[in-house]
């Protein structure tokens, strides 16, 4: 995960930190907020390494219940689950299937694919049509996409769709419909954060986007969303999935 993350910015730290700190638990709030500051303040390779170090550390944990973080510290020496076990996890708990195999990046990019890939096809016709028409898709094309939905049915359209409309027009639907989801979890103030993040990460998102009426989206996810570590641990590799789907490569990245 260290790979990952130091690839991200200060924006994207000041997010993810937000979305971890806890009024509640183990997890050290002084800690991530004096290694954001620290970093903030001068943003040396080493201030960012032990910062990224903390937002690692805590997110294992965070991941964990509170009992079993003990007792795998007090029998091991290591508190928190595996990164790749956190990433099998948040799939399960949002019922998709990835391919467990390659870097930590390369199942991130397959997640928010997954995802997002089962957030269309759950949209309705109008709503998956509205979606594309966004995308600057054509009117042909985007009816060809709904034929094909019609057609096949609710199964892979993602792999259609790259054929059809190409990775840019994909990425930007991908982009789109995580972050709605992120939405969900996080609330308005953090959604508007959310917002303001990726646009500067993402230029073409906010161009794209323009104002996101999150309530409208249309999305749902099906999950109980008292589950305090699920609604950290979601939102917070979805959006790593998102860095790691703008920066890295498609090589590791079939199903």
Request: aromatic content about 8%; overall charge positive; charged content about 25%.
């Amino acid at each position: 995960m260290q790979k990952l993350l130091s690839r991200a910015t200060l924006e994207d730290y000041q997010l993810i930190v937000q979305l971890l700190l806890s009024k509640v638990g183990f997890v050290d709030n002084l800690a991530l907020r004096r290694a954001l500051s620290t970093y903030r303040r001068d943003p040396t390779p080493e201030h960012q390494k032990v910062l990224t170090r903390r937002i690692e550390h805590e997110l294992r944990y965070v991941a964990s219940a509170d009992l079993a973080y003990l007792g795998r510290w007090v029998w091991s020496g290591r508190g928190g689950i595996s990164t790749d076990r956190i990433v099998a996890d948040v799939a399960r708990r949002l019922d998709v299937k990835i391919r467990p195999l390659g870097s930590l990046e390369a199942k991130l990019r397959r997640l928010v694919k997954a995802v997002a890939e089962r957030q269309f096809l759950n949209l309705s016709a109008n709503k998956q049509r509205k979606l594309l028409a966004q995308s600057q898709v054509s009117f042909d094309l985007r009816e060809e996409v709904l034929r094909h939905i019609k057609r096949q049915g609710p199964v892979a359209i993602l792999p259609f769709m790259l054929k059809a409309l190409g990775k840019e027009a994909v990425d930007h639907l991908v982009m789109d419909l995580t972050a709605r989801i992120i939405a969900i979890f996080i609330g308005k103030a953090a959604a508007r954060q959310l917002t303001k993040t990726l646009a500067t990460r993402f230029p073409w998102w906010a161009e794209w986007m323009g104002p996101v009426s999150w309530a409208a989206a249309g999305i749902s996810v099906s999950l109980d969303l008292q589950a305090p570590a699920y609604r950290k641990t979601i939102p917070i590799l979805l959006y790593l999935g998102l860095i790691a789907l703008r920066e890295g490569s498609d090589d590791e990245d079939e199903p």
